[in-house]
């Protein structure tokens, strides 16, 4: 019933370590520590880059395998008993499908408008970021840098996110009511004058913890701060009128995916190095992947984009065109990301990033493409621990072997 944990910790665990860990040490001795230039050359490539390779094309199968049987099974527990627990687990998470809840305490109604099941992406965002940097090594980093790594996590993620879908949230409780009127806001189960603290007391947080971690390096430039902000106003422009980016379907799925690529990216990098305009460039570019995770995204919204009017790609291109486009911006931005790894020296990790490319494009044809509506939250469940740890192998090409 549930491959999505057992996927994402199969390939996560396998890919990290055979990618992010063995090469964080190479990427250590590559660049002087907090950003500084390079100094001396990797030694022992051979072994640890077929090593990894090998993993990650184990990884893959046995995931993709394992999902293949889930899919098969049938649940052990009574029907309606199963139905109940999901339906409140996915209400706690910020899913969709959730069910109607009452007299919860307001702790869970603000997690709720958090929507934590959109942490997990801005989490490996950060971890790639870090492994941009080329500072941090994971075997021996100090528990120090763990706490900062950990401190810029936690801003990217459940602070920065928690603030960007209770913003989102209270913007789109008209269109919530009509396609999730389950949710905190249009269900009446929590009033204006709470969602509102809660966004001014999250973006406050964030700015404040972007802020320690800038104090915290020694950055002569807030580099984080600055991120931290244009994170936030991205956020404000991508909900709120008058510019309400998401309104179209071009402007708001990029923005939405620059928020999940980019940002978190810039993030991790800052935190332990400096975003360089290579950086800058790649990271905005990889960001177009995401407008096919964001056009995903918009199946379940198609009633009420339909009835408010707003341009989604479902509602402007139609289902039967929209479930193509999605994978397919998708997958062909990764593998103009694969030729960017080839082209400066770094074809193992680009045939790593090949190899997690595989399951999702298996995923795309048996589960979304085959009905968009029904397995749009399958298939990002099934698909996206891979995409996330594609963004890990690219960033960790570059901060083994950087082309400066």
Not at 120 to 141: E, R, T, Y
Not at 178 to 200: C, D, F, K, L
Not at 257 to 263: N, V
Request: net charge neutral.
């Amino acid at each position: 019933r549930r491959p999505m944990a057992a996927l994402g910790a199969a390939a996560a665990v396998s890919s990290t370590l055979a990618f992010v860990a063995p090469r964080a040490t190479l990427g250590q001795g590559s660049r002087e520590q907090r950003g500084g230039a390079a100094s001396t050359k990797p030694e022992g490539r051979g072994t640890a880059t077929w090593g990894g390779v090998a993993t990650v094309l184990t990884a893959s199968g046995l995931a993709l395998r394992g999902a293949c049987r889930e899919r098969g099974r049938k649940p052990a527990v009574p029907g309606h008993a199963e139905s109940e627990k999901d339906g409140s687990v996915q209400q706690l998470l910020g899913m969709k499908g959730a069910s109607e809840t009452e007299d919860e305490p307001l702790w869970k109604i603000r997690l709720q408008l958090c929507k934590p099941v959109t942490w997990p992406p801005l989490l490996f965002g950060v971890v790639a970021g870090v492994c941009a940097s080329g500072n941090f090594n994971w075997g021996s980093a100090s528990g120090e840098d763990y706490a900062k790594l950990f401190t810029c996590m936690l801003l990217s993620g459940p602070i920065l996110v928690g603030y960007t879908q209770t913003l989102n949230d209270w913007y789109d409780k008209d269109l919530d009511a009509i396609n999730e009127p389950y949710r905190p806001i249009p269900s009446g189960r929590i009033t204006e004058e709470q969602v509102w603290q809660q966004i001014y007391v999250l973006a406050g947080t964030g700015l404040s913890l972007a802020a320690v971690l800038d104090v915290w390096q020694g950055h002569s430039t807030p580099s984080v701060f600055i991120v931290a902000v244009i994170g936030i106003i991205m956020a404000y422009i991508y909900s709120a009128p008058p510019l309400k980016l998401k309104q179209n379907w071009i402007s708001g799925c990029y923005a939405l995916g620059s928020s999940y690529i980019a940002l978190p990216w810039w993030a991790g990098q800052s935190c332990f190095g400096e975003v360089t305009p290579e950086i800058v460039v790649l990271t905005l570019w990889y960001s177009v992947a995401a407008v096919g995770i964001a056009i995903v995204n918009d199946f379940k919204s198609l009633e009420g984009d339909k009835k408010l009017g707003l341009s989604s790609a479902p509602v402007v291109f139609g289902v039967d065109t929209a479930k193509y486009i999605a994978p397919v911006i998708k997958d062909v931005t990764q593998l103009t990301i694969v030729a960017y790894l080839v082209y400066i020296g770094n074809w193992e990790y680009a045939l790593g990033l090949l190899a997690l490319m595989i399951p999702q494009v298996y995923f795309a044809k048996t589960l979304f493409i085959e009905d968009p509506l029904k397995n749009d939250v399958k298939f990002q469940g099934f698909s996206l621990p891979f995409f996330s740890i594609g963004t890990i192998v690219a960033a960790s090409a570059i901060g083994a072997n950087p082309l400066h």
